[in-house]
């Protein structure tokens, strides 16, 4: 298995909700990040997972919380999000170490609006 | 901090043409840079990583190369086909915390 699964890949919720989105990942990568993409921008760091430990917190709002239950699984559980939230969120994971062999393996992300 | 810079922003070649695309960054200490393929609304599938200690790496069509002293790399599309339209990003990685610094990308659309 060599893909990154992101779910749902479509969202639309109102101000007031509670939703997350889910990631998988059965390649043993032990690093797992989420990202931010704009229309018409590169992806944005949002948080990055290793060895299910948070290691960066890209001064994140408190409305956008992440959850890494284990090593093939990465949640990023919203609340209270504005519309400006609206967005392209993608799930992305490696290797651990510096040096990469494969690099990156992106999901397909999840289009997310807000209401 | 690291900056990445791709130029051109977007680029419409006729099909058969050579595709060249270009992406610099301002801090050469970088262990690896990879180049995505991203399609509108889409996720991103890589193409191909490049190791620091590495000068080029090649997959099919696809020829990417790099020079860390002058913090540039090249990708090289052959004979572009209509399927190769999509917006192409490529993004360093620094020496701590895995993290990827990406460039704003080129737009490429190649016409039948």
């Known amino acids: 298995d060599t893909e990154v699964t992101q779910t749902p890949k479509h969202l639309v919720m109102g101000m007031t909700n509670k939703k997350s989105l889910k990631c998988e990942q059965h390649?043993?990568?032990?690093?797992m990040y989420w990202y931010k993409q704009k229309a018409k921008k590169p992806p944005e760091l949002m948080f990055v997972y290793s060895y299910e430990k948070l290691s960066i917190n890209e001064s994140v709002p408190s409305r956008f919380s992440p959850e890494c239950p284990n090593s093939s699984l990465l949640n990023l559980h919203l609340h209270a999000l504005q519309p400006e939230d609206s967005a392209l969120y993608l799930c992305?994971?490696?290797?651990?170490?510096?040096?990469?062999?494969?690099?990156?393996?992106f999901g397909s992300g999840t289009r997310l609006t807000v209401v | 901090k690291q900056e990445v810079t791709q130029i051109p922003a977007a680029l419409s070649v006729p099909e058969g043409e050579n595709l060249v695309l270009n992406c610099s960054f301002t801090d050469s200490a970088i262990y690896n840079l990879q180049w995505f393929r991203q399609d509108p609304g889409k996720g991103l599938t890589s193409l191909l990583l490049i190791q620091s200690s590495q000068r080029e790496q090649t997959s099919g069509r696809l020829n990417a190369s790099l020079d860390k002293s002058s913090g540039r790399s090249t990708l090289y599309i052959a004979a572009s086909q209509p399927g190769d339209s999509a917006t192409y990003l490529c993004?360093?990685?620094?020496?701590?915390?895995?993290?990827?610094?990406f460039g704003g990308g080129t737009r490429v659309l190649v016409k039948p």
């Open positions: 992305a994971s490696s290797q651990a170490g510096r040096i990469l062999v494969y690099g990156y393996t």
């Open positions: 993004a360093v990685i620094k020496a701590a915390g895995n993290k990827l610094t």
């Open positions: 390649m043993g990568h032990r690093a």
